[in-house]
């Protein structure tokens, strides 16, 4: 369960949490947050996250299983003749 590929996973789980929680305290107090910060974070998360949706794209290869290597039989529906998904 705790794997190195399930890493990033719980990052994201944990990131959640803890937006969710403010949020959930922001509705049950009445407060409003604002971001006081420098404006160039918001550019930089936004590069980041778009420039690890290219890498994850392009660096992943052919790790996808193949479509026809143990493929399961599809159902047949009863409203179907018996050879229309024969081919298949």
Known sequence: MFERDN???????GLCAV????????????????FT?????GVLLFVVFVG??????FSSG???PDPL???LRRRR???RRRGD???R
């Open 52 to 57: 690890a949706s290219l890498y994850g794209l």
């Open 19 to 34: 937006v969710g929680g403010v949020l959930v305290y922001a509705i049950a107090t009445g407060a409003r947050f604002r």
């Open 69 to 71: 290597a143990g493929r």
């Open 77 to 79: 529906w009863p409203w």
């Open 62 to 64: 052919r790790r996808w």
């Open 37 to 41: 910060g420098p404006g160039w974070v």
């Open 7 to 13: 890493l990033v996973g719980f990052v994201l789980l």
């Open 85 to 87: 998904d024969d081919d």
